[in-house]
Nanobody
Framework: QVQLAESGGGLVQAGGSLRLSCAASGRTFDSYAVGWFRQAPGKEREVVGA?????????YIADSVKGRFTISRDNTKNTVYLQMNSLKLEDTAVYYC????????????????WGQGTQVTVSS
């Protein structure tokens, strides 16, 4: 049983930055891979990126955000971060984090645990 809570969303101007946090409950956070997903109005949910369990040296970043977004984790704080730079209007979406002990289940959108989401709105 893992509970996830996203925070850090809000309204930001195009070209600006936000850092989203995904805070997890439990004492075995380092055994979970964590992914970030987003869903814009009228669009399918898409994977933004993911980070492997443990030290988190391995990450996956979607082509649509590569070079602008990065994922990191701090296991001492049970938290995974999504740093978003050079934000564009098309980044507007609800952002979700998800966790699973099996990395492919995270990247495929089949993770066992999901947060409630946080709204990111990019304005011109």
């Amino acid at each position: 049983q893992v509970q996830l809570a996203e925070s850090g969303g809000g309204l930001v101007q195009a070209g600006g930055s936000l850092r989203l946090s995904c805070a997890a409950s439990g004492r075995t956070f380092d055994s979970y891979a964590v992914g970030w997903f987003r869903q814009a109005p009228g669009k399918e949910r898409e994977v933004v990126g993911a980070i492997i369990k443990g030290s988190g040296y391995g990450t996956y970043i979607a082509d649509s955000v590569k070079g602008r977004f990065t994922i990191s984790r701090d296991n001492t704080k049970n938290t995974v971060y999504l740093q978003m730079n050079s934000l564009k209007l098309e980044d507007t979406a609800v952002y979700y984090c998800a966790a699973d002990q099996v990395f492919p289940r995270v990247t495929s959108g089949r993770a066992a645990y999901w947060g409630q989401g946080t709204q990111v709105t990019v304005s011109s």
